[in-house]
């Protein structure tokens, strides 16, 4: 089944056209990892699909995005709602100077939820998800800035985890991270597939190899291959993709 | 040559930081020293209990509590006009004004803050109190309200332009981590971007106060020079500023009981905005969050 389908996307930033004629389809649970050097456009992409790019003036989009059969960006769709069902996870952890409790809360509290006991529940059973709750369950309401950088990131996770998206954008989630809080990351990302859809960005191939189902790999706002990722690491159809993978340039 | 030229020239740098130093230090010594003959005169239990302050009457009274009041009174007054407007403007331009407008539009607000004072002041007098004698008839034509209200005005720059500081020195993906839960601009606003930086839209109030306790000019010509012990905001006050120009542009003798007034006056001033500013220094050094 598509979760996430794109129609010839392109994007720009005022002049500079920064994504060109991107189709692709994810199915549901699945994890998808985008790789490429700097600057080709795969944040950017990622970024489309959370509708996180509406806040940059010089932002100018065409094609269409459907996830879970609905265009989002239709004028009727609440960009609100959209978010609350495809979550994300960005590069830094940037958790709230608030406690750990309030950060994973956070999402349901500004839903309205208002409910001690439904709150209680939703975080920790997001702790849980995100591997965290025997770390923290003693100090939930200590400050999420006091964690080392690994258990915010998970924060993090949790957080967006406790609103019950169906896909989880993940924006180089690891690559602040030292080796042990990477593989935790990364075996949470296994377990997560089951019930979410992921999509990945990455500069580490490595862990693209490892976590994901697909693999994209864009260049200069294209996509020049998207393919399952062990045919994509082992036997690579384009030239492009066989020198990045491969070290040669990037 | 060039040694002796950089040792004028350091010397004459470190002389400017010493002459601020030592000014500074003069003026407590005064303030010390001639409160200090006053209160060999005048108890400082009277000082702090009397509820009267006559020191220029024949039935002399010196308990400051009526000037402590006029001064709360205009404060108060100011700061609840001042914060709410002041931290909606920083709200406004850090979190919702096009990059662009806000550029423009804080150099423009501070202007408010190059108004010079003596001008607010005839403004409330000929401008706001009339304007207010219309809704509250049994308004004075010298009252805190109105001089409370200008001193607000005056002060909304500082406390907008400090607070947004804080609001704008706050990183990028805080805002986006808000945002990417489907949070609106008015939840990331006031439920993750203000309480973020709410040290340093505290110091910015705390700050706001000081001014406001200090300011004189308003309140000298707009509130009145009434010593009465009272929390009624349409009643004219005295203030320990209004107070001390009203006893040095008069011709109360020098050395005199009631020439001494003011230094007692002076100091009890000086203490008050002298612990708002370590107090907001204080906060800015232990609360401000670090982000880097």
Redesign the interface.
Known sequence: MKHIEANNVNAYYGENHVLKDISLTMKANTVTAFIGPSGCGKSTFLRCL?R?ND?I?SFRKEGDIFIEGKDIYDKKVRV?????KV??V?Q?P?????TIFENVA??L???GIKSKSVLEEAVEKSLKQAALWNEVKDSLHKSA?SLSGGQQQRV?IA??LA?EPSTLLMDEPASALDPISTAKIEDLIAELKENYTIVIVTHNMQQAARVSDKTAFFYMGNLIEYDKTKELFTNPKHERTENYITGRFG | MKNTGEKIIEGALAFSGLITILTTLGIIWVLVSESFSFFQVVSVTDFLTDTEWTPLFTQKHYGILPLLTGTFLTTAIAILTAMPIGIAIAVYLSEYAPKNFRKSLKPALEVLAAVPTVVYGFFALTVVTPFLQNIIPDLGSFNALSAGLVMGIMIIPMISSLSEDALHALPKSLREASYGMGATRFQTAFKVAVPAASSGIIVSIILAVARAIGETMIVAIAAGQQPILTLDPRDAVETITAYIVQVSLGDVPHGSLAYKTIFAAGITLFIFTFVLNNISFWIKKKYQEKYD
């Open positions: 959370n996180m806040y003036d609100e709602e959209l978010r609350q979550g994300m960005f830094k940037n958790p709230f100077p608030k956070y999402g509290k500004i839903q800035l993090c957080r967006a609103v």
